[in-house]
């Protein structure tokens, strides 16, 4: 079974473009939590253009360290972002490469050149008792250096099968992302996927074995408008259910 973290962003986008705290981010968490979801995710960004830094913290409260439903936190690991994990103690520690001004996320961790600081920051994060996971592109010469980090798990940066889902080249993309993940496996690597993954493309992506959680918010949000959210988490959970074991 593959874990659903459902990730808040987009309630909280909303929630600044009025200026008051509706919709409430730790009301949206609890009702995803009353629905079955395995875990939250959030990413609170520099510029706090949707997550906030309270929200995190409110979030820790809610979701403590060794809370049955996992807190992961992602973001680019700045000194304050640092900080502030280490304050929260989540389950989870998403590592993402993003730029201040970044719209979206939008690729993997450089580790021929990063290596040495995503090494030191996963290191922080393993002595401080949060797992560390690392945002990687589809690429086994990247899962083999990202071994040598220390990362727990690797989160495979899912938006190129989704974009090419449904075409022959996505039948070629997502051999990638299996080979990929095969082998962070053999390699004693944890794998997680997320971004722009939904209830049209989950299941092809859930046939790799050992996607232990998929983080899914931005479309999730969009399905839960069009067609509820009892409805379309329950879909997500039964998709996810299915995932065949390492
Ligand atoms: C790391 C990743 O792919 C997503 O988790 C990211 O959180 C999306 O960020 P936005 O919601 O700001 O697009
Ligand atoms: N790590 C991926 C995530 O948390 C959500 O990505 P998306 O579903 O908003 O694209």
Redesign the pocket.
């Given at each position: 079974m593959t874990c659903l973290?459902v990730?808040l962003?987009?309630i909280a986008l909303l929630r600044n473009s009025r200026g008051r705290d509706f919709p409430n981010v730790i009301d949206f968490a609890n009702k995803f939590i009353a629905l079955g979801v395995h875990g939250i995710?959030i990413?609170p960004r520099q510029d706090e253009r949707h997550i906030t830094n309270q929200d995190a913290r409110d979030l820790g409260q809610l979701l403590p360290h060794n809370s049955r439903i996992e807190l992961?936190i992602?973001g680019y690991p700045s000194e304050d972002f640092l900080k502030m994990v280490e304050e929260i103690k989540p389950a989870q520690c998403?590592l993402v490469p993003d730029a201040p001004d970044q719209l979206?996320?939008d690729h993997g961790w450089d580790l021929d050149k990063d290596a040495e600081f995503v090494t030191q920051v996963c290191q922080r994060l393993n002595d401080a008792g949060i797992r560390s996971a690392i945002?990687l592109d589809p690429d086994v010469s990247m899962v083999e250096k990202a071994v040598k980090t220390g990362a727990a798990r690797i989160?495979l940066y899912t938006?190129e099968f989704a974009a090419t889902h449904g075409t022959e080249q996505g039948k070629v993309v997502l051999e990638r992302y299996r080979q990929a993940a095969a082998r962070a496996q053999q390699l004693g690597l944890e794998v997680?996927a997320?971004?722009?993954?939904d209830l049209n493309n989950l299941p092809d992506f859930l046939s790799i074995p050992g996607i232990l959680e998929v983080?899914?918010?931005?479309?999730?949000t969009v399905e839960c408008i069009e067609q509820g959210m009892e409805k379309v988490t329950a879909r997500y959970l039964e998709i996810c259910a299915a995932n065949p074991s390492v």
């Open positions: 973290s990730n962003n987009k995710t990413h992961n992602e998403t979206t996320s945002f989160e938006e997680n997320g971004h722009d993954l983080s899914i918010g931005h479309v999730l």
